[in-house]
């Protein structure tokens, strides 16, 4: 049976590599995507294969929303790939409330909410993935509530995997470095502010080069379809960033 699939995030860069991997397995795949643009462009690349809805993360009426058109469209899923998010590296003193607010309300609430909506969709031995990121660990300079807002992510895929132990749900998630994306993470950055950051990227990065998106969406399809004995894993997908291993 072909499997299907939702997809947050999955308008553009990473989400939409996810979900070009769930058509190549021939399943069925939702995405969504807050951006009206991209729902477009996303909508003209994959054509009738995908359902493209426009739905903004961070709000619960577009939440509640995403579980009645699941359950119309899909009805029961095998899985779902939590990867809606935005990165805005600011140092701590410079965070503002308004700023604080963005990243929890996506990154954070908006991710929980949405797993509780689609939930009661999801099959008994489904599976849930998270896209967490390098910097849910560690303290990386300018990143503070982006990093916070990917901890309390991971932490919420771990109790997750432990209450859906009798269901059979598998929850783990996948934790990117740099990824050459089309915003390379950072949501409101300059075109010059993109290119330094990349800089960096391949400077800290021990394998000396950055992920592309197929890489981490191959890792995620992994954990949602093969990987038929883990749980409760963060894979990092980072060249050994993470494990300062250079």
Do not use: C
């Not at 058509?23 to 969504?32: H, K, N, P, Y």
């Not at 059979?168 to 470095?177: F, K, S």
């Not at 004995?229 to 050994?240: C, N, R």
């Amino acid at each position: 049976m072909s499997p299907r699939v939702v997809v947050t995030g999955g308008t553009h860069g990473i989400g939409l590599a996810m979900a070009k991997g769930v058509l190549a397995r021939e399943g069925q795949v939702l995405i969504t995507g807050r951006n009206e643009s991209k729902v477009e462009a996303a909508r003209d690349e994959l054509g009738s294969r995908a359902f493209v809805l426009r739905s903004d993360a961070a709000s619960m009426a577009d939440i509640d929303a995403l579980g009645r058109i699941v359950a119309d469209r899909l009805g029961s899923v095998d899985a779902v790939f939590v990867n809606a998010g935005v990165a805005i590296n600011q140092p701590f003193a410079d965070v503002s409330e308004a700023t604080y607010d963005r990243i929890f309300d996506v990154n954070t609430k908006g991710a929980f909410f949405t797993v509780q909506r689609l939930l009661p969709l999801v099959r008994d031995g489904g599976s849930i993935v998270f896209t967490t990121s390098v910097a849910d660990e560690g303290g990386a300079a300018g990143m503070a509530a982006y990093s916070g807002s990917k901890a309390a992510l991971w932490s919420f895929a771990q109790v997750l995997a432990a209450e859906l132990l009798p269901r059979g749900i598998r929850v783990n998630a996948v934790a990117p470095g740099f990824v050459d994306t089309p915003t390379m993470g950072l949501t409101d950055a300059t075109a010059e502010e993109r290119a330094a950051f990349s800089e960096l990227g391949d400077l800290a990065t021990p394998m000396k080069r950055h992920g592309t998106m197929d890489e981490v969406a191959a890792a995620a399809l992994f954990l949602a379809f093969d990987a038929t004995f883990t749980t409760a894993v963060k894979l990092p997908v980072d060249g050994g960033l993470g494990r300062r291993i250079a």
